[in-house]
């Protein structure tokens, strides 16, 4: 019964063997018709450029995974800088306090200009709607602005560099501040 078992041990290992051997065979004959067909070294070599090719693009695309939560960080810091903004401003329009908008930087010895600047296109009549899409309707009212320039020519060329005159912005009155005199009247245009 051992002798048997033995026996029956010994075949299947021997036929095991025998099927291992025949897949090797068949493997190396496999290769060798590839090898023919496109190359001896072409295979090879496509196998290796493509797996660091692999290796590359998923790093790449970590890469990129980590660039978009980064700028998608920046955009909802961003928004929520707006919002806050947009509270600050609607809030000091509500406390009665003066909005004032300044143009340029002050520098000891450059004058500083007031003017007044409204926007012709808001709030008028003729306009078709009762508010302008892309201007805030507080522009219909004249807005103090602070222009620190070297002269008054000066100070109006970057208001109007500013709020452009073809966008309806008018400036309605311009002064000095350190000058004692009434303001100087602008031209209406």
């Known amino acids: 019964?051992?002798?048997?078992?033995?026996?029956?041990l010994i075949a299947a290992f021997?036929?095991?063997g025998l099927a291992f051997g025949i897949g090797?065979?068949?493997?190396?004959?496999?290769?060798?018709m590839i090898e023919k067909r496109h190359g001896t070294t072409g295979v090879r070599d496509?196998?290796?450029?493509r797996a660091k090719m692999e290796a590359l693009f998923e790093a790449r695309r970590?890469?990129?995974?980590?660039?978009?939560?980064?700028a998608a960080a920046?955009?909802?810091e961003a928004v929520r800088d707006r919002a806050v903004l947009e509270r600050r401003l609607k809030s000091a329009q509500q406390s009665g306090e003066s909005l004032v908008r300044l143009i340029g930087e002050e520098v000891k010895g450059t004058p500083c200009y007031i003017a007044m600047v409204a926007n012709k296109y808001v709030g008028t009549a003729d306009f078709q709607q009762s508010q302008h899409?892309?201007?805030?309707?507080?522009?219909?009212?004249?807005?103090?602005?602070?222009?620190?320039?070297?002269?008054?020519?000066?100070?109006r060329a970057e208001i109007e560099r500013r709020y452009p005159p073809a966008f309806g912005y008018v400036v309605t009155r311009m002064q000095d501040?350190?000058?004692?005199a009434a303001p100087a009247i602008a031209k209406a245009g």
Not at 62 to 70: A, I, P, S
Not at 133 to 155: F, H, N, Y
């Open 24 to 32: 090797q065979l068949a493997m190396m004959l496999g290769e060798r």
């Open 74 to 76: 920046a955009v909802e």
């Open 177 to 180: 501040v350190g000058a004692p």
């Open 14 to 16: 021997g036929l095991s």
């Open 62 to 70: 970590n890469d990129r995974v980590t660039e978009l939560r980064e």
């Open 133 to 155: 899409a892309l201007i805030d309707s507080s522009w219909a009212q004249p807005q103090t602005i602070e222009v620190w320039a070297k002269s008054m020519a000066e100070a």
């Open 46 to 49: 496509a196998m290796v450029r």
């Open 1 to 8: 019964m051992w002798h048997d078992y033995t026996n029956a």
